[in-house]
């Protein structure tokens, strides 16, 4: 059946999940405070980067069943409402920032007259639905007909269409009792079709519900932070985290994925999510279960100083008067997402010590400019190689695998290379005279 939806917010995880909705057949009003991105958003133009994307908004906005607006008064008459703003780390705090949610919750609230169902998607410390629950029920005029579900977001930047369409399962929270199974059924009916593809339904509580999202994401960061620990073991005994990854990857009870070692994970969810975890934990007296999380944590930003210190090593032990090429600004390939990029913060690191350093990124220079304005940018790798005594590779575009090492050293002062994600083909490169350095890996490779 095709249902009346809104989606409040149009960040990465609103814009992908209205336009999506609107694949499975439903009809979408997509609501967001920023009359600039609506108007942007309306005209079909994606705020973001985000492969598949820009086709998935064209093709919704052409059935006619899509549409952009700042008024929540449009949104009033869904038949589900999908809440979808960020919850970025408050400053100077672990904590997560619930302010966005808290406000859209409140507005949204004025408008539901009748029975509807409110969908929490964005990340939020355990507890939050219980909170929102009470809240609508007190507030929202159609008061004790409004329902509250909460469905947890799982899509990767880089992966959003096609994680939104086809995801890995669906988790519902939802309360005990006839409101909850009436939830359960209205989310069924969204998700039709991808249940029909089979994605599996774990219906739970509110509270599992936000603690599936924080675990997952802690695992992940875990998983990482575990292998980049091996890395720091890998350096100190003179053996290959590469092989030593791909070994254990063999294992099925560990699996290959999540097992890149290099500079550590950043962007806009896992470091900030670990850390509201253990704010939370410890909120609830729990802080000792996910003190392992600070060490997680400091591991991944120890990479980022490592990577710093060998390419030091590389410029012959100083950064002054050098000059260095950063490849990559973007927290992760095949997105123009900056938020704790692992890359910029080394190539931040590197200029203050002294060096002369110019970026390149195949889609993320305008974030990395208004964010670094301090840093030299480049239109093209090629230019960003450009004299340079040392070369940084430090998001692994396609782009950067594919370049030809024999034109690269065309362009550079020294055919010196330091791989912080570990994707360079060693052998292309050393065959072109590079000296190669990697995290993690022997110093002659
Ligand atoms: C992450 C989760 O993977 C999603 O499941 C989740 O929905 C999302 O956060 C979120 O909470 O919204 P995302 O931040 O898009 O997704 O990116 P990931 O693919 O998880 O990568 C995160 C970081 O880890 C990147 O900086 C990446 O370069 C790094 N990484 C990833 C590694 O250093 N090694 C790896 O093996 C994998």
């Known amino acids: 059946m095709s249902l009346n939806l809104s989606v409040i917010g149009t960040g990465y995880l609103g814009v992908v999940h209205a336009a999506a909705m609107v694949q499975l057949g439903h009809t979408v009003v997509a609501v967001d405070v920023d009359e600039a991105k609506i108007t942007q958003l309306s005209a079909g133009k994606a705020p973001i980067y985000e492969p598949g994307l820009p086709e998935l908004l064209a093709a919704a906005l052409a059935t006619g069943r899509l549409t952009f607006t700042t008024d929540y008064g449009r949104a009033a008459d869904a038949h589900v409402h999908f809440v979808c703003v960020g919850t970025p780390q408050r400053p100077g705090e672990n904590a997560a920032d619930l302010r966005y949610v808290d406000a859209s919750f409140e507005e949204l609230a004025k408008h539901l007259h009748g029975p509807t169902l409110v969908v929490g998607k964005s990340t939020v410390p355990v507890g939050t639905a219980q909170r929102l629950d009470e809240m609508l029920r007190a507030k929202a005029p159609g008061g004790p007909d409004v329902t509250l579900a909460w469905n947890p977001e799982f899509l990767r930047e880089g992966f959003a269409v096609k994680d939104t369409l086809h995801p890995d399962r669906l988790v519902y929270g939802v309360e005990a009792g006839p409101r909850g199974e009436r939830a359960k059924a209205l989310l069924d009916e969204v998700y039709a079709a991808t249940i029909a593809d089979g994605t599996p339904v774990v219906v739970t509580d509110f509270a599992t519900a936000e603690l599936v999202k924080a675990s997952a994401n802690a695992f992940l960061a875990t998983k990482i932070s575990f292998i980049n620990a091996m890395s720091e073991v890998c350096e100190a005994a003179g053996a290959d985290v590469v092989s030593l990854a791909e070994a254990i990857g063999h294992d099925d009870r560990i699996g290959a994925k999540f097992l890149g070692a290099g500079i550590g994970f950043g962007g806009g969810c896992l470091p900030k999510d670990i850390r509201a975890f253990m704010a939370r934990a410890g909120e609830l007296g729990a802080d000792q279960a996910l003190t392992f999380l600070r060490e997680v944590d400091a591991i991944n930003m120890r990479r980022r100083s490592r990577m710093v210190d060998i390419a030091r090593e590389q410029c012959d032990g100083s950064f002054i008067g050098k000059r260095v090429a950063v490849l990559g600004a973007a927290f992760k390939p095949d997105s123009d997402d900056i938020r704790d990029s692992p890359a910029l913060s080394v190539a931040a690191q590197v200029r203050l010590q002294g060096a002369h350093v110019t970026v390149h990124d195949p889609q993320a220079m305008d974030n990395a400019r208004s964010k670094w304005p301090d840093l030299s940018y ?34 550079v002062a020294q055919r010196r290379v330091v791989d912080g994600r570990n994707k360079l083909d060693v052998a292309r490169w050393t065959a072109a005279g590079w000296t190669l350095r990697a995290l993690g890996r022997p110093t002659a490779l």
């Open 378 to 411: 480049a239109d093209s790798a090629l230019e960003a190689l450009q004299g340079a005594h040392v070369v940084l590779h430090l998001t692994e575009w396609q782009e950067y695998r594919e370049l030809d090492p024999k034109v690269a050293a065309e362009h």
